[in-house]
């Protein structure tokens, strides 16, 4: 009897261990190949090379919400759909990790980015159409139709490659299209390997591109009330909430992606950051959005979480008043400016005589700084970085057109003058 239960112990152990050899190995390679779960932990196969090598990266990893969520390593890296796969010692990955990659876990929050301007439009600003596919391009027109089917940026060309690489480029590599047919990177914003939601919410991520004279939103939001507040109570906010669990005791002072994004006391969580916006603020002369009251309602929702209505709304008639003002000084020189291009006084290549620099100084700098200014709460770039500049610009600007009126007619009247003297 004895002997009857220790061969039926070990056939059946046996059995098991070739069904789960045979089930092994109908798995596709990719599978059979790739790292365990366990193998993203400090004592890992993937750590084991890369605690050494790029120690921080593994750092990062161990202490972000995926990995206390179980995601590995390979979930991550490994190919999505039409991406290039490499042998990375002895492992199947893609080549880069894109923003496919991430919407196989958060498809909701791509779609919502592939909508936004941050997608196809922000790279189209620089590299203009020529990057995108056929199916790129259509997508991104049904939300932005004369954002990204444009010719490249004349400026950023004659500044040259090295500043479209490291420059404008490095910004506008949000929207970038990728080989593997999907639009730009959520890392930008996140971070690789911390894939941080405080990232996210901290000012200066939002200032690694919205900063400087043609958008100074970072320097705006440290000056106003909001920025000052935020600097001095940061560190007794919970940064790392749930963005669609966060409430006014989380964050009870906003910053820029509490006020573009988030899903505060209820307000849905967006990755569309145009969805609250009800103007092109970015335009020479701006005009009112498509959703424009849609854009206002849903901004002033989360206003009113920390507001009262007749604030807000004194706030956003004071702010639409500087942007008509704002547009009726950038108008004025706008119709200067075409009046010396109808009479043949410029030539018609680009930035190539000093009044088309002082006339893109006036409304891309100057302008765009006052109404953002004003919808952002600060007072000095409304008036200082933003009217006083507008104003001295209009001045030289009338007095460079006058010059170059007056040149002109000196060379007809010498021109007379010969006719004249050939005629005698």
Same mark, same amino acid.
């Given at each position: 009897m004895k002997f009857k239960h220790?061969?039926?112990?070990?056939?059946?152990?046996? &059995?098991?261990?070739? &069904?789960?050899?045979l089930f092994n190995r109908a798995r596709p390679d990719h599978?059979? =190949?790739?790292?365990?779960? =366990?193998?993203?932990? *400090?004592?890992?196969?993937?750590? =084991?090379?890369?605690?050494? @090598?790029?120690g921080a990266v593994v750092h990062q990893f161990e202490s972000s919400v995926h990995a206390k969520e179980g995601v590995t390593c390979l979930d991550c890296h490994q190919p999505a759909d039409n991406q290039k796969k490499v042998d990375h010692r002895g492992f199947t990955i893609g080549e880069t990790v894109t923003s496919k990659n991430c919407s196989t876990c958060h498809a909701n929050e791509y779609d919502q980015y592939r909508r936004s301007?941050?997608?196809?439009? *922000?790279?189209?600003?620089? $590299?203009?159409?020529?990057?995108?596919?056929? @199916?790129?391009? =259509?997508? *991104?027109?049904?939300?932005?139709?004369?954002?990204?089917?444009?010719?490249a940026n004349k400026l950023a060309q004659m500044e040259g490659p090295g500043a479209i690489a490291s420059g404008c480029g *490095? /910004?506008?590599?949000?929207?970038?299209?990728?080989?593997?047919?999907?639009?730009?990177?959520?890392? @930008? /914003?996140?971070? &690789?390997h911390k894939a941080s939601v405080r990232l996210a919410r901290m000012p200066e991520t939002c200032g690694q591109c919205h900063m400087g004279p043609d958008h100074s939103q970072l320097e705006i939001f440290k000056e106003s009330k909001h920025g000052v507040l935020f600097n001095s109570q940061k560190a007794h906010m919970n940064l790392d909430a749930d963005p669609k669990e966060l409430t006014t005791k989380d964050m009870p002072v906003p910053t820029c992606s509490t006020c573009h994004m988030s899903g505060l006391e209820g307000n849905g969580v967006t990755h569309n950051v145009g969805k609250r916006l009800s103007w092109y603020l970015f335009s020479a002369v701006s005009e009112k959005r498509p959703n424009y009251q849609r854009g206002q309602d849903n901004m002033q929702q989360v206003c009113m979480e920390c507001h009262a209505?007749?604030?807000?709304?004194?706030?956003? $008639?004071?702010?639409e008043t500087v942007v008509r003002t704002t547009n009726e000084k950038v108008k004025e020189m706008e119709q200067l400016m075409d009046g010396l291009r109808e009479d043949g006084l410029l030539t018609p290549q680009p930035f190539d005589e000093m009044i088309e620099?002082?006339?893109?100084?006036?409304?891309?700098?100057?302008?765009?700084?006052?109404?953002?200014?004003?919808?952002?709460?600060?007072?000095?770039?409304?008036?200082?970085?933003g009217n006083y500049e507008l104003l001295l610009h209009k001045v030289e600007l009338k007095e460079m057109a006058h010059e170059i009126r007056a040149k002109a007619g000196e060379k007809d009247d010498e021109g007379d003058d010969e006719k004249k003297e050939e005629a005698e």
């Open positions: 220790v061969f039926l112990a070990v056939f059946l152990g046996t &059995a098991l261990v070739v &069904a789960a050899f599978q059979v =190949e790739q790292p365990t779960p =366990e193998h993203v932990k *400090a004592t890992g196969k993937c750590a =084991e090379c890369h605690s050494r @090598e790029t301007r941050h997608a196809a439009p *922000a790279w189209a600003a620089v $590299k203009g159409r020529d990057a995108f596919t056929e @199916e790129q391009l =259509e997508y *991104a027109k049904k939300y932005h139709p004369e954002a990204v089917d444009r010719p *490095a /910004c506008h590599s949000i929207g970038r299209p990728n080989p593997d047919g999907s639009i730009g990177t959520c890392t @930008e /914003c996140h971070s &690789a209505e007749d604030r807000i709304d004194t706030f956003y $008639k004071e702010a620099f002082i006339y893109f100084d006036l409304w891309h700098y100057y302008g765009r700084t006052a109404k953002h200014g004003a919808f952002m709460g600060g007072p000095d770039f409304v008036q200082w970085h």
